[in-house]
């Protein structure tokens, strides 16, 4: 756990490049709290309390430190189609990235789901497939 810790420290470092102009929707939020309730399945209430406050400490000072924006949309705001295919999180980011950017400049979602990432393409939105980005960057080394 410490090493995909201090992998995800290092990769959230590299963002500040993007200071200011980087986003999501509280539903990430929630799904990321999701991820962390799987991650402390079978260890002692010591280490989950401490792994949460880890955690929730990298996340909270990432954020503040590239002034990251969180936004939500409303489910009725959503097209019910991409609803029911991907569900909230990825409905809410698809909608996020239809919506004008206050610092201008492109939007571009960065996702690791084939299905998100083909119906960004479909709606004349900008995305990246995060798994090929990582190949990338594995190939700078």
Same mark, same amino acid.
């Given at each position: 756990?410490?090493? %995909?810790?201090?992998?995800?420290?290092?990769?959230?470092?590299?963002?500040?490049?993007?200071?200011? %102009?980087?986003?999501?929707?509280?539903?990430?939020?929630?799904?990321?709290?999701?991820?962390?309730?799987?991650?402390?399945?079978?260890?002692?209430?010591?280490?989950?309390?401490?792994?949460?406050? @880890?955690?929730?400490?990298?996340?909270?000072?990432?954020? @503040?430190?590239?002034?990251?924006?969180? @936004?939500?949309?409303?489910?009725?705001?959503?097209?019910?189609?991409?609803?029911?295919?991907?569900?909230?999180?990825?409905?809410?980011?698809?909608?996020?990235?239809?919506?004008?950017?206050?610092?201008?400049?492109?939007?571009?979602?960065?996702?690791?789901?084939?299905?998100?990432?083909?119906?960004?393409?479909?709606?004349?939105? %900008?995305?990246?497939?995060?798994?090929? @980005?990582?190949?990338?960057? %594995?190939?700078?080394?």
């Amino acid at each position: 756990m410490r090493s %995909r810790l201090s992998w995800t420290r290092k990769t959230l470092r590299g963002s500040l490049a993007h200071e200011g %102009r980087l986003g999501t929707s509280f539903h990430v939020i929630g799904e990321m709290y999701g991820f962390l309730r799987k991650a402390e399945d079978g260890l002692p209430t010591n280490a989950r309390a401490d792994l949460k406050r @880890r955690f929730w400490q990298l996340v909270r000072s990432t954020f @503040r430190n590239l002034r990251m924006t969180e @936004r939500a949309v409303a489910v009725v705001d959503m097209l019910e189609e991409i609803l029911v295919q991907l569900g909230p999180v990825d409905a809410g980011l698809l909608e996020l990235a239809k919506e004008p950017v206050e610092r201008g400049g492109p939007v571009v979602v960065l996702t690791a789901d084939t299905r998100l990432f083909q119906l960004c393409g479909q709606h004349g939105v %900008r995305a990246e497939y995060v798994p090929d @980005r990582l190949e990338e960057f %594995r190939q700078m080394r």
